[in-house]
């Protein structure tokens, strides 16, 4: 079946750090890829998608590629803010039906 | 204007009872979600309707039953509450069932059974 994989948080960095945060997937067919970002007490917001190989999703300074090749999406960020310190979930959706297959999430803590 | 809203926000209760959890979106959308979140932050889809249709329902209790009296609205129902049933469940809608349209989250109820 379908799964996405994240590596495990927290994940802690001081601020204007770089960031990278994996996100593998399985998937039958050629699913579509998300980046979903929760802020503290607040519900998911799309952070950034790519629907095809090699496509490049980007917003907010975050980045992520679709490497059909590993399977992977994992997420960018040069010079990380305390404002980004959120929960990051990887997700995919494949198939008819707008389905999304989420990722344990990776919760971003950044200091000053 | 709140584009997806819950109520309540925060739900207490214990072990053997009946609560509902309201959705109500403003984005004139089709489709609606409900998930699942558990202590660990995973999120799972449980229910999706598509023009008061059902279309998703994943392997969920038989104890949780939605209700879309329009499509503007779904609702959670949850029989006989169980210590387990302890999560976030956030309500989700998008334009449309097929292909990709942005999911809009609301806020969260957070369900606590003692």
């Known amino acids: 079946g379908n799964s996405v994989t994240q590596m495990e948080g927290p994940v802690t960095l001081s601020e204007e750090a770089f960031l990278t945060i994996n996100c593998t997937y399985t998937?039958?067919?050629?699913?579509?890829l998300f980046w979903y970002v929760q802020y503290p007490g607040e519900g998911l917001q799309l952070l950034l998608k790519a629907t095809k190989a090699d496509d490049k999703g980007s917003n907010k300074g975050f980045e992520a590629t679709y490497r059909k090749e590993t399977t992977s999406f994992h997420l960018e960020k040069g010079s990380v803010q305390v404002s980004d310190s959120a929960v990051y979930f990887c997700?995919?959706?494949?198939?008819?039906?707008?389905?999304?297959?989420f990722g344990a999430g990776t919760r971003l803590a950044v200091h000053p | 204007d709140t584009a997806v809203s819950q109520t309540p926000k925060y739900l207490v209760t214990q072990m053997g009872n009946d609560k509902s959890i309201k959705c109500e979106q403003n984005?004139?959308?089709?489709?609606m979600y409900w998930y699942k979140q558990d202590s660990k932050k995973f999120l799972k889809i449980m229910f999706s309707y598509n023009n008061k249709e059902l279309i998703i329902n994943e392997t969920v209790p038989n104890r949780f039953s939605p209700k879309s009296p329009d499509k503007a609205h779904l609702n959670l129902h949850i029989n006989s509450l169980e210590l387990g049933d302890s999560a976030v469940y956030f309500c989700a809608s998008s334009q449309e069932a097929q292909g990709f349209y942005e999911q809009y989250f609301g806020p969260g109820t957070r369900l606590t059974v003692t």
């Open positions: 998937a039958t067919g050629y699913p579509s």
């Open positions: 997700a995919l959706r494949s198939g008819g039906y707008n389905k999304l297959i």
């Open positions: 984005l004139g959308h089709d489709t």
